[in-house]
């Protein structure tokens, strides 16, 4: 699993790398009153009239949910042009591979296996420091490896190795957040199936080195990286389908899980930041767009395939290793092994009609308890999200209601017409009727896109995302907020609105199938949740210290104003490494049996970081 939790945009590879998804649905189409052709546009067929366009670099970035781009006077947005997404084959079997750097040995081929380990992190650590990976339990006989043990580990591999002074290795250390450069791994091994992982672990374990694995790198705290060895996984990412279900690789970002399965007509439940991996996302629970529909992404892992810390590839499903397949949905990333390989249950995908509606910041106050109860309490098809968020050189800050709705732009507006009667007449609002696939690439800021841009740039031919400094900390609410409690979150934001920065809150609809299924019945245990929310801050590489410092203590004294209003349960992909009692707020009543899971499968604590699963008392 990777370690870790995801991040903002979060796709946390190594623990707590699920990482914030977006945070503002854009719809492509048409304000309300469009005629039905014009609601209909796809994607492809607008960029092929030249009439749609990708996000600036800041708004498509992924970093701690991203906030939205901020709203004109006529409450729309326009995104530059950018290429047209190129058609895909119906039966897909790689994502865009990473991008392959001189002097480095490669394979082409991708295996049928993958590996995944990278976490997802939900919080944003508020120092600039490097994080530390605490080194696995070996013999007391073990030796640091010589130059001729990395040769023989390199020789190895079916995949790469990149060590300090190799070409392109001061690209390939790097995570999403540009804070954690400064941790110079002793390699990383691009892993190419589950041998590849096997191996390094099993050699990490031999020289006592500090071992980490990565997915998508988008961990708040970092923990995807180690000055040890990191077990990189985004090699094995193949997308495949039989028979309803759907097998993918560890290290498949999110952007091509949805492409890749969608060309075979299916999906699954998933988040919306498109350089997620698949790993980080889905072992700490998964949210996102349709889950009130079909619950969260682990409630639709059906099987996978995992590197223990002895080494060995295992199966768990219902029948094999249940104990480990119980904890490996929501148990989070990092805890009881690399993650290779995935199989989903998946459900045909659907048109979804996507709304907003935007009212001025004097009805923040009435909108954010409307919001709860119309979000929570609607049809599973409905999906929503509301952005209170600062607005730098503007008056006040703003809010936004967002969503989806899985059926016709007809009724989609019936559902949001519910919300508009319950808090008033907003000053914008629009809906419209997308394709599933560009439903996803909109959620994913990557309205426009090419599968290929959606990519982080560096990392990627043609990725066109850049890397962001984020700053996270999340809340999960299991009752509507008081009134006071709604005062406290609006004076955080306005108080960021006064300090002329960036920064505010998403607040996502849980509920639905979410809520049917028993906290115990998976490891992830928020079940009776309404709502969650994301206090954000995000800012372009280069920020200065002082300015992400500023944001820190902001976020922390906000998010401290709050804490009498909220349930204490924080979302385990948001990984937030100042949280005190963390083990509680992610796992709740599942602690204890995931420490006996824990104490089974990693009995000398191999993947351990600051905030990996405790052995039983």
């Known amino acids: 699993m990777v370690s870790g939790g995801a991040a903002s945009c979060p796709d946390l590879t190594g623990p707590g790398s699920a990482g914030p998804r977006h945070s503002l649905v854009l719809p492509s189409l048409s304000a309300t009153g469009a005629g039905p052709e014009e609601g209909r546009l796809s994607r492809r067929r607008l960029m092929g009239l030249g009439a749609m366009a990708g996000l600036a670099a800041l708004a498509s970035a992924c970093g701690a949910r991203r906030l939205s781009v901020a709203p004109t006077t006529t409450g729309k947005e326009v995104p530059p042009p950018t290429a047209a997404k190129p058609s895909t084959t119906a039966e897909r079997s790689t994502t865009v591979p990473p991008a392959t750097t001189a002097g480095t040995t490669t394979t082409t081929t991708e295996p049928a296996t993958t590996t995944t380990s990278a976490p997802t992190t939900t919080s944003a650590p508020t120092t600039t420091s490097a994080p530390t990976t605490t080194v696995p339990s070996t013999s007391t006989t ?136 698949i790993a980080g996302l889905a072992l700490g629970g998964g949210i996102g767009v349709m889950d009130r529909l079909h619950g969260v992404t682990c409630d639709n892992i059906v099987g996978l395939t995992l590197v223990t810390a002895g080494g060995d590839v295992v199966h768990a499903d219902a029948a094999t290793n249940p104990d480990l397949y119980w904890a490996c949905r929501g148990g989070g990333g990092g805890n009881f092994g690399v993650v290779t390989e995935f199989r989903f249950a998946t459900f045909p995908i659907m048109d979804l009609s996507l709304f907003r509606a935007t009212w001025p910041w004097s009805a923040a106050a009435t909108v954010v308890p409307a919001w709860m109860e119309w979000s929570s309490s609607g049809p599973d098809e409905l999906w929503s999200n509301c952005l209170l968020e600062a607005y730098p050189g503007a008056a006040t800050p703003y809010v936004r209601v967002g969503g989806s709705w899985a059926g016709t732009a007809a009724d989609a507006q019936a559902q949001l017409s519910k919300l508009v009667n319950a808090v008033g007449a907003p000053s914008s609002q629009s809906v419209g009727e997308n394709g599933f696939e560009d439903a996803m690439y909109i959620e994913a800021g990557c309205q426009g896109m090419s599968e290929a841009a959606c990519h982080q740039v560096g990392k990627y031919p043609g990725g066109t995302l850049p890397r962001m400094v984020s700053l996270a900390r999340s809340d999960i609410f299991n009752a509507p907020l008081s009134a006071a409690g709604v005062r406290a979150l609006l004076a955080g934001v306005e108080e960021r609105q006064g300090q002329g920065g960036t920064g505010g809150a998403v607040l996502d609809s849980w509920g639905g199938a979410i809520s049917r299924v028993a906290p115990g019945a998976t490891a992830f245990v928020h079940r009776r949740a309404l709502a969650s929310a994301q206090y954000v801050a995000e800012f372009p590489a280069g920020v200065a210290t002082g300015t992400v410092r500023a944001a820190a203590r902001w976020m922390n004294s906000w998010y401290a104003s709050l804490r009498s209003y909220v349930s204490g349960e924080a979302y385990q992909n948001y990984i937030d490494p100042a949280l005190a009692d963390w083990a509680h707020a992610y796992y709740g009543a599942n602690l204890p049996r995931l420490q006996k899971v824990k104490a089974k499968w990693d009995p000398d604590g191999v993947w351990r970081f600051a905030q990996s699963i405790p052995p039983p008392p």
């Open 142 to 277: 073990a030796v640091a490896p010589s130059e001729a043990d990395w040769k023989a580990l390199a020789g190895g591999l079916s995949g790469r190795l990149s060590r300090p002074g190799n070409p392109g290795y001061t690209v390939d250390l790097e995570l999403y957040d540009p804070r954690f450069d400064g941790t110079h791994p002793a390699a990383i091994a691009f892993c190419a199936n589950a041998s590849d992982v096997a191996r390094s672990v099993t050699f990490a374990r031999e020289h006592g080195l500090a071992l980490t694995a990565r997915s998508g790198g988008h961990s708040y705290a970092g923990y995807s990286t180690t000055s040890g060895l990191v077990v990189d996984v985004s090699r094995m990412s193949t997308v495949s389908m039989k028979r309803g279900v759907g097998t993918v690789g560890a290290g498949a970002e999110l952007i091509d899980v949805y492409s890749g399965l969608a060309q075979m007509g299916v999906s699954i439940p998933a988040g919306s930041c498109p350089t997620v991996g």
